[in-house]
């Protein structure tokens, strides 16, 4: 218990907090390329990283992961949807051998937190992470829309390329008719 509480993420937190949301929370295990959620899941916890790391990815229109951030250990993730509620905005999945999180409770976290949506903090909270997730949002947009570029240069290229091919032998076979 004494190692979790000098997480990163309980040491913001007076010692009676970060006992009480130690106490609330629940050791969960995970093996490289096991999922935690979908992105879209219901946001019912926090997460601190205890050991190992956790992929972030996102999906694109095509239905394509791109991989957001990578969150290690005494690092944390999933506040978002624990203090906006609203659905998963990435899928997590473990991303070394063995990771060991602290699941912490959405009610655990509220409880500890004071949460008010009528407190100014927690309006301006919020409007900072609607921005960061319509962030993520572009991201992945635009990400989509520079393969495609690439794929259509490519492409270009390639078709070029073909053409040039034939101009030459009929050049070549005119340069000899001359001859």
Do not use: W
Request: glycine letters at 6%.
């Amino acid at each position: 218990m004494k190692d979790i509480l000098n997480h990163s993420f309980l040491s913001l937190l007076d010692s009676e907090s970060a006992r009480c949301l130690a106490e609330a929370s629940q050791t969960i295990s995970l093996q490289n390329g096991e999922l935690l959620f979908y992105e879209g899941d219901l946001a019912d916890s926090l997460y601190l990283v205890i050991h190992g790391a956790i992929r972030l990815t996102k999906k694109d229109p095509s239905g394509k992961d791109h991989l957001l951030t990578i969150v290690r250990e005494n690092d944390f993730f999933g506040e978002f949807g624990v203090l906006d509620g609203l659905p998963r905005s990435a899928s997590a999945m473990a991303a070394e051998g063995e990771t060991v999180l602290l699941k912490v409770p959405r009610p655990a976290f509220g409880q500890v937190f004071h949460i008010d949506s009528d407190k100014s903090v927690v309006k301006l909270a919020l409007h900072i992470i609607r921005k960061v997730r319509e962030t993520n949002e572009r991201y992945v947009e635009e990400r989509l829309h520079k393969e495609r570029m690439t794929i259509i240069g490519e492409m270009a290229g390639n078709v070029i390329h073909d053409l040039r091919n034939p101009f030459t032998v009929i050049q070549m076979a005119l340069y000899l008719m001359k001859r």
